[in-house]
């Protein structure tokens, strides 16, 4: 599939998405967003890819938001489909079946750090910039960051940076748990692709049961998580990998996963 807003490449069992509008710090017009779907619905059945790296294109910006020439032209009838669509692509790459990790290596304002909070992982580079600035523009987050904002760092910080739209850097971030890790910026990929690597070549199903295990930790009672977890335990047990991994560590060996 040829993309024109995104550069898609695939080495060593990892899939690395580069949203590639420089010249307009990456941001998300619906050509870019179409082309995001499209691209994951790709790499979901495509059993070579492991993991997902995804970041943005020159030393400036991750992404610096959803396109504020298109949503200029927004109305109360389209700017409700608008974030549906959004929320929809977002949630299709929190829920994807392989870690997406974001590399962030830049700014990530508005819906570039909405993307980042739909990824499973986040790092970033020194430089990189954080931020909801939608009050600004007159808007609010709409590609579910007033959500997953409020849960991943708690409701009273969430409330402090989307009302005030003050941007966050790599250091505050990592403090406030937004990010697990700040490198350099010219480490910053290769340390995304190093980790995706590390973690492809765990044995995949329980990569997959494993995060969505860790995801509905947010959706619901921790009793209710905790059947969700063992129903999902159980699974892991019905794969070869588990009888690999087990029987590796008792014969002294390194586990052969094969992703079965
Ligand atoms: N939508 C559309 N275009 C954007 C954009 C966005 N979210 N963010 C940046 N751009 C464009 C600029 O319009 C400019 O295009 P031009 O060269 O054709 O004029 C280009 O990207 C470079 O941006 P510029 O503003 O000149 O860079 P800067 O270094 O002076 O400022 C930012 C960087 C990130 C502070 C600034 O671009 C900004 O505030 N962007 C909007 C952030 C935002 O509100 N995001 C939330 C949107 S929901």
């Given at each position: 599939?040829?993309y ?8 060593n069992?990892t899939a ?8 307009k ?7 870019t967003m179409?082309?995001l779907?499209k ?6 059945t ?8 995804l ?7 991750f992404?610096a938001?959803?396109d504020?020439?298109?949503?200029n032209?927004?109305?109360m ?8 669509r959004?929320?929809r692509?977002?949630n ?6 392989k870690?997406?990790i974001?590399a962030v290596?830049?700014f990530?304002?508005g819906?570039g750090?909405e993307?980042?909070l739909?990824?499973?992982?986040r790092?970033a580079?020194e ?20 959500q ?5 760092i708690n409701?009273?910080r ?10 966050i850097?790599?250091n505050?971030?990592?403090?406030i748990?937004l990010?697990s890790k700040v490198?350099?910026q010219i480490?910053l ?7 995706a690597?590390?973690?492809?070549l ?15 930790a ?5 009793r ?6 063992a129903?999902l335990?159980?699974i ?7 009888k690999?991994?087990t ?5 002294k060996?390194?586990?052969n996963?094969?992703?079965?």
């Amino acid at each position: 599939m040829n993309y024109k807003n995104i550069l898609l490449e695939i080495k060593n069992n990892t899939a690395i998405l580069t949203i590639n509008r420089p010249d307009k710090l990456n941001a998300l017009n619906s050509g870019t967003m179409d082309e995001l779907e499209k691209a994951f619905i790709e790499l979901e059945t495509n059993e070579e890819v492991r993991t997902v790296v995804l970041t943005g294109s020159g030393e400036k910006a991750f992404v610096a938001g959803a396109d504020i020439s298109e949503i200029n032209k927004l109305d109360m009838i389209n700017g409700k489909e608008f974030a549906e669509r959004g929320q929809r692509i977002f949630n299709l790459i929190e829920n994807f079946n392989k870690p997406v990790i974001a590399a962030v290596n830049g700014f990530a304002l508005g819906g570039g750090c909405e993307l980042a909070l739909s990824c499973h992982i986040r790092i970033a580079s020194e430089n990189a910039k954080f931020g909801q600035p939608e009050v600004n523009l007159g808007i609010i987050p709409g590609y579910g960051g007033t959500q997953r904002l409020t849960r991943l760092i708690n409701s009273g910080r969430a409330m402090e940076y989307i009302l005030t739209g003050d941007l966050i850097d790599a250091n505050e971030a990592l403090r406030i748990g937004l990010i697990s890790k700040v490198y350099p910026q010219i480490e910053l990929l290769n340390k995304a692709i190093e980790m995706a690597n590390k973690i492809g070549l765990k044995a995949g199903h329980a990569v997959t049961e494993a995060i969505k295990a860790v995801k509905i930790a947010d959706q619901v009672s921790a009793r209710e998580g905790q059947i969700y977890e063992a129903s999902l335990f159980a699974i892991c047990c019905g794969t070869e990998d588990f009888k690999e991994g087990t029987s590796a560590f008792l014969e002294k060996r390194k586990a052969n996963f094969k992703n079965k």
